[in-house]
């Protein structure tokens, strides 16, 4: 997978993660081209769309439009997957997930997809085990205390 | 103090977190942009203060509004300290600013190596994890170097947490330091029988992505993937496996056979659509490669195409979409399987979605056959009618054309009814591709004589309706049709049933309101029109009729006269006064058609496209060379009043009886067709001919066509295609019938014991005869045209490094180097040779480390040598023997000033070299009183890693140079290649002796190893000097000098590889500026291009683009931009060190101008 963007139905960029070098220039001409074509695409539209040598895997889940992006030959289907699956991790983490939740613990959102993916590529199949990995980070960051008094 | 801690907490009481910026962001709708700078200002502050947690809640606001696109490039420094910090919480903000916000142009990445290799070290796993995390996002090829040992310990780390993201990251930095990729590939194997399913499917991963760029290298993988296939029951991973089994088929049939069977249990079995799709995907792979060997596997195309149907019948658009598009793989290799499925895609075209219908529509271009093209095409003509936006209109349109007109026109029976599809085609409303249907119109004219009688009756109709076209809010898209109508009319007009009419509808004075280069043909063949008439009427005797028919044209012409575009007015004032002087001539009852129309004889054959590139250059024609010397200016200036005079005086007497006229034309036609048949540089024509006039024999052997007159060549009224599809049917079905009475009494015929080859009772293509007997004239090609050549594979491919054999046993200078203390200012690698005192002091250490490096480089080397020298020494052999020979010719020649001199013996003493610009690229290597040396060093073509230096020696003093002797002294570099058996303190003869006055040329071979710095090599050259006192040994010194230029080659470069090279983003980057330059963009590029072996690929104004390779295979991409008095030059390069060599030398080079 070349990146992922997360936009609101208003054209609001609400999440990026890239997973190939480029210039912050030409990651927001990408970003606005995409949400431009993306949302001018009608309901009834399949997900999938052909755009420079990429293609390009989106779904609607409420208001916003997860957006990833894959080269020729990998599978659409099994991006969608990914998609949906991230959803249900944020769904499970922050419980019935909604736009505010990604807005304003954008952070959070971002360490669960980098627990869930990693360069591109599909780190962990397991939801539990995503979500395992992420409540001890999180206990972690709660408590650093704790978890120095091992040492001693 | 303790007042500053409270007073600290207290200000942080009163900072905005995250959660307040955002809300602040959105309470502020309307002035968001000075409400962020306000906060930004804020943030500023809080970064100041040496509260950690500060900075790290500041970071994280930034992050946030990196997202919404504010610049916040300037805080990477803070970044950095956050991401050093020791807490988790602050650590992992750091960590996702670092991987949102870095990039390979960020300069201070260098910086986080040691803390990047601290983390990924410590004892918490999540501390490793989230730099494993964030170095994914922001690896660079010197980080990627710096800590590929590092992660590679972690691929065996206690916990499979740690080592699946190891894994997944080794992919990044093979991408980024390939040479990472054979030391780090066996414990990677490893992985893939890892105890943990996530390590075992981050292993698959990564092994798949880098077999689907070079699969060759992961062939001996195969029955390990096999047995994981088999074993494995997550989907995730069977999804990659197959699909790496899809890139190895290709390169191995034996294992396509083999992978049939379970992927076709697996299409059988899986309820995943996802999985289903990919092995169906992989199935089409394998049997498309299978498809040459054995096309047994029709039980597995059919079941592909099978499940596709219920993919494409499913109601879920996005299934509907993918079965289209795999459909149109199987198409390719098996459009009999898929064409079965016709009715099935035609539905598709009535799809909702419009991606989906374009889908089909591209599945429809590969079904056509002569049987159903006409049933395919009249379907899209009524979604034509019914498209709602133009878009899909247009696409509609231009696939109709591209099915009928795909190869060659095979699939159409009737070129009647494709005519009458053009002729429908040009009532769409508002179309972008009148050009289209207009080229279309004029193809099949000129090719298929057969049709020529109906394309013009058509085209007068389509004259005569031409207000309809051409109303004003349509002008532009459509109303070209009407350029290929008047052509049509006017060039067979023979075939014009009413020519009279169609003369006045091309004459009225709406034509005018019509663009420019349209009336242009109008009025150009209104005469061809009118040429025809006239012979007509002559033959007839009707000469008041003929006379009336020029009063016509009189009349009308001066509209056109009049017109505003100037290729209009010339055409019709110059046919005006024509038309004028026919006038006359009829007056006086002269005949004058045959005349008239001989201005129009002759036949025009269609030219293949690529025609006139292919010609072969004759030998021995240089195209750049000058015929006559070029005037010079002032004279040209001279010149241009004169020639206006000497117009108008021409103009005068232009009264000449045009029988002379005629007569004089023949004549030089004659005289030109004479000159052409004699001239070698002339196309000549044959085997059919280019032009040739009525009477000259010659054109008969142009396939002529039979007309089969079962099918009426006009179809009364307006043409319908519906008709044609009607008639089609009926001319079909009569045509069956004829064909099964024949085939009964064959049938009778053979009934007794013989066997019957292949008649099938269903009708096949070849069945169908065509309506007319049509053969398409071919396109023209020169004789002896070269063949096709491809174009060029792309040879900016990212992933081309990692191209590696993985089986080779790893050799010691392979190992991944292992940097225990370093500071962040040596991971730089390779530094430049700047004097800095500190420097300075490092570099005895670092020099130590590389020696080693070197030396084992260098053993490795040697191994090489001795395989390679034995070829080495003979072509070496053959070089020195030719340039012997070529010395003994040239030796009478006269020295002069070093640029100049050194320009003439190149031609002479490199006869395989490619041409060299006039400037010399020869440097002064030394001289003293009896030999002056200059030099040029190229990289080599043909190997790699090798540059050739080409040294000319020049005897300037009275004596003869003999025993001449280069020894050069090699440096653990760059080495050169002496003859096999001498030792490296031997010298190297120079195969020739010099008399007094005389150059010549000689050349070694360098073997370089590492090329991204700059070397210089010392060397001798001794030689004896013998006059007439007596001999002397001398000796002269020198240094070679090869700069970072002398490695790369001129490499032309097309510009959209070019835009994907710097796309791919692998490169890296580095600029330098020079001032006070006086010189041209366009000298400075040449001096670029010249001295540094760039070529340029885009150049707009003052700012070029411009590309070269090294013979390393580094790809070097400069921006060159020209200030006022200054010039930028930004480049990009596989290694940077190379990069910033090459921009000093270039710096120096511009600091000259």
């Known amino acids: 997978m070349q990146f992922m963007l997360l936009f609101s139905r208003q054209g609001k960029l609400r999440l990026q993660k890239w997973y190939v070098p480029l210039s912050d220039k030409e990651k927001k001409k990408i970003t606005r081209e995409l949400v431009q074509t993306v949302l001018a695409r009608k309901p009834k539209m399949c997900s999938f769309l052909e755009w420079r040598d990429l293609k390009i895997v989106y779904k609607r889940y409420a208001s916003l439009y997860f957006c990833c992006a894959i080269e020729d030959q990998d599978n659409e289907l099994i991006t969608l997957e990914i998609i949906h699956r991230y959803v249900e991790l944020l769904d499970k983490y922050f419980g019935s997930v909604c736009e505010l939740d990604i807005i304003f613990n954008f952070e959070k959102a971002y360490f669960i997809l980098d627990e869930f993916l990693l360069g591109g590529e599909v780190q962990e199949t397991s939801k539990k085990n995503v979500l395992k990995a992420i409540e001890q980070a999180d206990l972690l960051q709660e408590s650093p205390k704790k978890t120095l008094s091992p040492i001693f | ?1153």
Request: proline content about 5%; charged content about 30%.
């Open chain 2, 1 to 1153: 103090m303790a007042l500053k801690m409270v007073k600290g907490s207290i200000d942080r009481m009163f900072d905005k977190n995250l959660q307040d910026l955002v809300r602040g962001i959105r309470n502020h709708k309307e002035d968001e942009a000075k409400y962020i700078s306000q906060c930004i200002d804020e943030i500023k502050q809080e970064l100041k203060q040496d509260n950690i947690a500060v900075k790290a809640n500041a970071v994280c606001k930034l992050t946030y509004l990196q997202m919404l696109g504010y610049d916040i490039s300037w805080a990477a420094f803070n970044i950095i300290e956050v991401m050093s910090a020791s807490k988790f919480t602050f650590k992992r903000i750091g960590y996702l600013a670092a991987s949102q916000s870095f990039h390979e142009g960020t300069d201070v990445i260098m910086l986080t190596t040691n803390q990047i290799r601290k983390d990924l070290s410590s004892p918490s796993q999540y501390d490793t994890g989230v730099a494993l995390t964030g170095l994914s996002c922001f690896v660079t090829p010197d980080l990627a170097r710096d800590l590929a040992n590092d992660i590679m310990t972690l691929m065996s780390h206690t916990k499979p947490y740690i080592r699946k993201k190891a894994v997944l990251i080794m992919y990044k930095v093979f991408l980024k330091y390939p040479e990472s990729l054979r030391p780090a590939f066996p414990r990677l194997k490893e992985k893939l029988e890892d105890p943990d399913p996530g390590v075992q499917s981050a292993a698959v991963n990564v092994i798949c992505e880098l077999a689907r760029r070079n699969p060759k290298n992961y062939l001996s993988l195969a029955p390990l993937f096999f047995k994981l296939m088999t074993s494995s029951t997550n989907n995730w991973v069977l999804i990659k496996i197959i699909k790496l089994f899809g890139a190895l088929t290709p390169l191995e049939p034996r294992l396509g056979k083999k992978l049939i069977e379970p992927l076709t249990n697996l299409i059988h079995s899986t309820s995943a659509m996802s999985l289903l799709y990919e092995c169906v995907n992989t199935v089409i792979a394998v049997l498309i490669s299978l498809s040459s060997g054995m096309p047994n596997h029709s039980a597995s195309i059919q079941l592909c195409v099978q499940k596709l149907r219920i993919l494409i019948e499913d109601s879920d658009q996005n299934l509907k979409y993918l079965g289209l598009l795999a459909m149109s793989k199987i198409l390719k290799t098996h459009p009999k399987s898929v064409q079965s499925h016709k009715d099935l895609i035609l539905q598709c075209l009535d799809d909702k979605d419009e991606s989906i219908r374009l889908r089909a529509l591209d599945l429809l271009y590969g079904m056509v056959s002569k049987k159903n093209l006409m049933e395919i095409v009249k379907k899209l003509m009524t979604h034509v009618d019914k498209a709602e936006g133009t878009t899909y209109r247009d696409e509609l349109l231009t696939k109709i054309i591209d099915i009928c007109s795909q190869s060659n026109y095979q699939y159409i029976t009737n070129f009647e009814w494709y005519i009458s599809i053009l002729v429908e085609l040009t009532r769409l409303e508002g179309t972008r591709h009148g050009h289209l249907i207009a080229a279309q119109m004029l193809d099949v004219a000129i090719r298929v004589k057969a049709i020529r009688k109906f394309a013009v009756s058509q085209m007068s109709a389509l004259l005569d309706s031409a207000h309809l076209l051409a109303s004003s809010t349509q002008r532009n898209g459509i109303c070209e049709v009407l350029y290929a109508a008047a052509w049509i009319c006017g060039e067979f007009s023979e075939h014009l049933q009413e020519p009279h009419h169609t003369l006045e509808a091309m004459l009225r004075p709406k034509v005018t309101t019509l663009p420019g280069h349209i009336q242009a043909v109008y009025v150009q063949n209104v005469v061809k029109l009118y040429a025809s008439i006239l012979q007509q009427k002559e033959q007839a005797g009707e000469a008041e009729g003929a006379q009336a028919v020029t009063q016509l044209m009189v009349d009308r012409l001066p509209q056109f006269v009049q017109s505003a575009d100037l290729e209009v007015q010339e055409r019709a004032s110059c046919i005006l006064q024509l038309v004028k002087h026919i006038q006359k001539l009829q007056a006086k009852d002269v005949p004058v058609a045959e005349e008239v129309s001989a201005l129009f004889a002759g036949e025009l054959n269609p030219v293949a496209p690529k025609a006139q590139k292919k010609v072969p250059v004759p030998e021995g024609l240089d195209l750049d060379a000058w015929i006559n010397e070029p005037l010079s200016d002032s004279e040209s200036e001279d010149e241009r009043p004169r020639a206006v005079f000497h117009e108008e005086e021409q103009r005068r007497p232009k009264h000449r009886p045009s029988e002379a006229d005629e007569e004089e034309l023949a004549r030089r036609r004659e005289a030109r067709k004479q000159e052409q048949a004699n001239n070698p540089f002339y196309i000549k024509s044959s085997p059919s001919p280019q032009k040739r006039y009525q009477d000259t024999p010659g054109v008969e052997h142009i396939p002529v066509v039979q007309i089969d007159l079962s099918v009426p060549l006009k179809v009364p009224g307006l043409p319908m295609s519906d008709q044609y599809v009607k008639l089609e049917e009926e001319r079909r079905h009569r045509q069956k019938l004829e064909k099964d009475k024949r085939r009964k009494k064959r049938k009778e015929k053979e009934k007794k014991g013989k066997r019957r080859h292949s008649s099938l009772p269903t009708e096949s293509d070849e069945d169908i005869a065509p309506a007319q007997q049509v053969d398409i004239v071919t396109e023209e090609m020169p004789e002896n045209a070269l063949p096709s050549d491809e174009d060029d594979k792309d040879p900016n491919d990212p992933y081309r490094a990692l191209d590696i054999d993985l089986d080779k046993p790893l050799a010691d200078s392979e190992k991944l180097p292992i940097q225990k203390h370093r500071n962040a200012e040596t991971s730089k690698s390779p530094e430049k040779d700047v004097p800095v005192v500190e420097k300075k002091r490092k570099k005895p250490k670092k020099k130590e480390k590389k020696h080693k490096e070197k030396e084992r480089d260098k053993e490795k080397k040697k191994e090489k040598e001795k395989k390679k020298s034995p070829k080495h020494k003979k072509k070496k052999h053959r070089k020195e023997k030719e340039e012997r020979t070529k010395g003994k010719k040239k030796s009478k020649k006269q020295p002069s000033g070093s640029e100049e001199a050194a320009g003439k013996p190149v031609q002479n003493g490199a006869p395989e070299e490619e041409q060299l610009p006039p400037e010399s690229s020869y440097s002064l290597l030394a001289e003293n009183s009896y030999v002056k040396m200059t030099c040029d060093i190229r990289g080599s073509l043909q190997e790699d890693s090798q540059v050739t230096v080409s040294i000319v020696l020049e005897n300037r003093s009275s004596s003869i140079l003999k025993g001449m002797e280069l020894s050069v002294l090699d440096s653990l570099n760059a080495r050169m290649a002496r003859p096999q058996g001498s030792s490296v303190h031997d010298g190297v003869p120079v195969p020739f002796q010099l008399p007094p006055g005389v150059s010549n040329e000689a050349q070694y071979v360098f073997t370089i190893q590492s090329i991204v710095m700059a070397q210089k090599l010392k060397g001798t050259l001794s030689f004896i000097a013998k006059n007439d006192e007596g001999a002397t040994h001398e000796k002269l010194d020198f240094r070679l000098h090869f700069s970072c230029s002398s490695y790369l080659i001129t490499t032309p470069c097309y510009s959209d590889a070019f835009a994907k090279l710097l796309e791919s983003g692998d490169l890296s980057m580095s600029s330098i500026k020079v001032d006070g330059i006086q010189m041209s963009f366009q000298n400075l590029l040449a001096k670029i291009c010249f001295h540094h072996h760039f070529s340029v690929v885009e150049r707009v104004d003052s700012c070029a683009s411009m590309y070269s390779r090294s013979i390393q295979g580094h790809h070097v991409c400069l921006l060159v931009k020209k200030g006022e008095n200054s010039v930028s030059v930004d480049g990009k390069c596989s290694d940077s060190t190379l990069l910033s060599n090459l921009l000093e030398e270039m710096k120096a080079t511009l600091a000259k101008c």
